[in-house]
């Protein structure tokens, strides 16, 4: 079973590393000349080219988002599934013993599915406000609103 896990972890590490390294932007392309006016019209304004870290490494970002979160969210229903089945060995067991241990690596295990699926929620946001922003778009404003149930977060683009 840890030999399993270790391998499922040791290839969604992998595949991230692959992913981010493979995903890289390419080349700017050069305007082509004016080849019909020769020159003598006057030359419209070079596009400026957004060098902030994120245009230039807007499809890494969003690959490596995309697969980080369904990785932690396929990882977390993994883990839970083992959970149930380790809860339903210790619903089984007749040795104290076996049941302690039982009960334990169930409480683990899902403790670690709700951890994963956290990080996999917030990954799987993260890469949304990635997607959704444009170099027009000034900072991300961050704020908490008041919930009856209890509070919720606001983002917001400011100029």
Same mark, same amino acid.
């Given at each position: 079973m840890r030999a399993a896990r270790r391998a499922c972890i040791a290839?969604?590490?992998?595949?991230? &590393?692959l992913t981010t390294l493979s995903a890289r932007p390419g080349p700017a392309r050069a305007e082509p000349p004016d080849t019909l006016t020769f020159g003598s019209l006057p030359q419209a304004a070079p596009r400026s080219e957004s060098t902030s870290f994120w245009a230039r490494h807007r499809a890494p970002l969003l690959v490596t988002g995309a697969v980080l979160a369904a990785s932690t969210l396929l990882t977390s229903q993994l883990l839970l599934a083992a959970a149930n089945r380790r809860y339903d060995d210790y619903l089984a067991s007749p040795d104290p013993q076996q049941m302690e241990r039982f009960y334990?690596?169930?409480?683990?295990?899902?403790?670690?599915?709700?951890?994963?699926? &956290?990080?996999?929620?917030?990954?799987?946001?993260?890469?949304?406000? &990635?997607?959704?922003?444009? @170099?027009?778009?000034?900072?991300?404003?961050?704020?908490?609103? @008041?919930? @009856?149930?209890?509070?919720? &977060?606001?983002?917001?683009?400011? @100029?």
């Open positions: 290839a969604g590490l992998a595949i991230l &590393v334990q690596d169930a409480h683990r295990l899902d403790t670690w599915s709700k951890a994963l699926l &956290v990080v996999g929620e917030a990954a799987a946001g993260a890469t949304l406000v &990635v997607a959704w922003r444009t @170099p027009e778009h000034g900072a991300l404003a961050v704020g908490f609103v @008041p919930l @009856p149930g209890g509070a919720g &977060v606001k983002l917001a683009w400011v @100029p």
